[in-house]
């Protein structure tokens, strides 16, 4: 399957969601409030989800010497964003979390959750 960042980020703010979580066999899930809602679309598969982490974390992430990556970016005006890549560089599972907007007055913590 052939996601692509500017998809998952815009359907991230489109739907006011938290956070997107990419795990193999699974459709993407997006956070609404306090639940985890499957995107309709089909599932997708580690090399997916090797692609998109390694496009956005590169070659020497944060973080990686502890089994996990991350990598704050930003997407346009629509905001910024942390992906999570736990296993890097074989990642198993994608975590992207949206930081709250300055003009909401959010303290710039993610809002991502425990995976």
Same mark, same amino acid.
């Given at each position: ?36 809602? +499957?995107?309709?679309? /089909? ?5 997916? $989800?090797?692609?998109?982490?390694? =496009?956005?974390? !590169? ?25 999570? +890549?736990?296993?890097? /560089? ?5 975590? $992207?979390?949206?930081?709250?907007? =300055?003009?909401? !007055? ?10």
């Amino acid at each position: 399957m052939a996601l692509q960042w500017d998809r998952l980020l815009e359907t991230c703010f489109r739907r006011n969601a938290s956070d997107i979580l990419l795990s193999p066999g699974a459709s993407p899930m997006i956070r609404l409030a306090e639940s985890w809602r +499957a995107l309709q679309v /089909p599932p997708v598969d580690p090399a997916t $989800i090797q692609a998109l982490a390694s =496009e956005q974390l !590169g070659a020497h992430p944060a973080g990686r010497e502890e089994g996990y990556s991350y990598a704050d970016f930003s997407y346009g005006d629509v905001g910024r964003f942390r992906a999570t +890549a736990f296993g890097y /560089p074989a990642t198993n599972v994608l975590l $992207i979390s949206r930081y709250p907007r =300055e003009d909401s !007055g959010g303290d710039h913590q993610t809002q991502g959750a425990a995976v």
